[in-house]
C-alpha cells in the first residue's frame, strides 16, 4: 500500500512555491527608504508588536531609515546605529525627505476590492468524510476569480483527495458579506481503508457546482463558507452525487 | 495591425529627415567661420528628482525546518523531522503549514512476542501534515545573562490535517504551543510541543489516538 501518488500537500507545495516566485518582491538592497520625523518623537520597539517594551525614542527632526516591514511594524535604524521596530501609526506620521507625507495605510477595503492574489484553508464534509481544502485564487477582474485548489479527504471507510480549477463569479463583490457562485472541474482520488477486504483504488474525473459566502473581516483576513456539489464521472453506469459543506479563512496579499 | 502602421511612419520620418540632412549639409558648411554665440533662451538648473522610490523589504513568511521527538501512540517514541512555512497575517495572528515525518517502532505486544510483526516496514513510516492558524499570545523579550535580551513569543497553535500512517490516512486534528525567539531580524528559533490527534481501528477496536511530539527548530523571515 505504500503508492507514491501526487497527494494535496504537493499540490499546496507546488502552488505556493510558484506564487512565492511571483510575489516575493527584487529588492534594491543599498537603497533605503529615509523617513524625516515631524511629530515629537518615534518610539522604537525591542520587537514587531505592541507587546514588545519600547528601548528608545527618535527624535523631531531625526532621519531613520527603514529597513525592513513585517506585518504592521518597520524595522527602522536611526543615524547613531540604533535599530528598532517603529508602528505603522507611528511611522505615517513622518514625512520622506522631500517633503511629501508618508502614506501607509493598512490593507483597506479598497485593496480588498481590488485584490489579486488570495489563499486560504476550508475545513468541512465532503459526503460524510472530513475534507481539508487549500486554494489559491487569482482574481481577473473584481467579480471573476479562478481558484486552483485540493482537498484532503478522510472518510470512515476510505480516505483520498480532489484537486481541480474553480471559476467563481461574486456578483456584488462590494457587500461585506457576500456571495459567490462557483463551477469547476478536477480530479477525485478515492481509496479504501487498508482495514477493509480490497476494493479497487478508483481515480474519476468530478465536475462541481457551488454556492458560498464571504465575509472581510479585517485588513487581508477574511473568512469563507461554502457548499458544493460534485458529480463523480464515474467508470460504472451511474454517476455519482456528492455534497460538500465548507468553512474557513483566507487572505490576500 | 497597428505596430505595421508605427513601422510605416518610421520609415517615412527616416526618409525625410535624411532628405533635410542632405539639403542641410551645404548650409551649415557655409556658416562654420561665424562665431558660435548661440546661448540657450532658458537654461534649466531645476535637478530632476528621482522618483522612483526605494522599496521597503516585506518579511511576513517564514520558513522553518525542525527535528525532535514524537511519540506514536503504541508504537513506542523516535526522532521526528519536519518543514514548516508561516505566513504573518498581522502581528498576533499567523498561518502556518507544516509537513512532518518519522518511523514508529514496535508494540510492546509486538516486543514481548518477539516475531510478531503487525506492520510491514514500509508501513511504519509516519508522514503529516497540517494547516494551522497561530496566535501570538504572549509577546516580550527572553534575557540571557545581564546584558542580552531576545525578542520572544509564546504562541498557540490549532490546527487541521491528516496523517498517513500503517498504510491509510486519517484526518488528524492538531494543536500545541510554541516559543519563538528571535536571534537577529532574519533568523528565529523555536521550541515546540504539539499534540496530533486522530481515530484509528488499527489495532481492532476504533480509539482516539494522541501523538505528542516535542521539537525545536529554526526559522528564516523573508
Known sequence: ?????????????????????????????????????????????????????????AERGERVEVL????????????????????????????????????????????????????GVL??????????SAYVAWHATRNLSLELGGADLNGRFSSGWWAGL????????????????????????????????????????????????????????MLRAEYRRYVVFTSRDENEDVNEWKAGFGFFF | MESGFRLLLLNLSAVLGLAVLASGCSRVV???????????????????????RPKIDTENFELGAYTGFISVEDFGSSTVAGARLAYHITEGLFAEATYGQTTAGRTSFETLSGAVELLAPGERKFRYYDLSLGYNLFPGETFIGRNRAFTS??????????????????????????????????LSAHLMVRDHVFRTDLLGEDKTVHNIEFVIGLGWFF
Not at chain 1, 525627505?97 to 476590492?113: F, K, M, N, Q, W
Open chain 1, 1 to 57: 500500500m505504500t503508492v507514491t501518488r501526487l497527494k494535496p500537500l504537493h499540490l499546496l507545495l507546488i502552488t505556493a512555491a510558484v506564487f512565492l516566485h511571483f510575489v516575493t518582491p527584487v529588492q534594491a538592497r543599498d537603497a533605503h527608504y529615509v523617513v524625516e520625523i515631524v511629530e515629537a518623537f518615534l518610539e522604537l520597539h525591542s520587537g514587531p508588536g505592541r507587546g514588545y517594551p519600547r528601548f528608545h525614542i
Open chain 1, 68 to 119: 525592513s516591514r513585517r506585518t504592521d511594524w518597520f524595522r527602522v535604524r536611526t543615524k547613531q546605529g540604533v535599530e528598532g521596530w517603529a508602528s505603522r501609526a507611528q511611522l505615517s506620521q513622518t514625512v520622506r525627505p522631500s517633503g511629501e507625507p508618508v502614506t501607509i495605510a493598512p490593507p483597506s477595503r479598497l485593496d480588498y476590492l481590488d485584490r489579486r492574489i488570495e489563499g
Open chain 1, 123 to 132: 475545513l468541512g464534509d465532503f459526503g460524510g468524510a472530513d475534507a481539508l
Open chain 1, 166 to 221: 474553480n471559476l467563481v463569479h461574486q456578483p456584488w463583490p462590494e457587500w461585506r458579506v457576500s456571495p459567490f457562485l462557483a463551477l469547476g472541474t478536477g480530479v477525485i482520488r478515492i481509496e479504501p481503508r487498508a482495514t477493509l477486504v480490497d476494493v479497487e483504488d478508483r481515480t474519476d474525473q468530478v465536475g462541481h457546482a457551488g454556492l458560498g459566502l464571504r465575509m472581510h473581516v479585517t485588513r487581508n483576513f
Open chain 2, 30 to 52: 557655409d556658416t562654420l567661420d561665424e562665431p558660435v554665440t548661440a546661448e540657450p533662451v532658458i537654461d534649466p538648473r531645476v535637478e530632476r528628482r528621482d522618483v522612483r
Open chain 2, 153 to 186: 513569543s509564546l504562541y498557540l497553535l490549532l490546527g487541521a490535517g491528516s496523517t498517513d500512517f500503517a498504510g491509510d490516512s486519517r484526518f488528524t486534528i492538531s494543536f500545541g504551543a510554541g516559543y519563538r525567539v528571535l536571534l537577529n531580524d532574519w
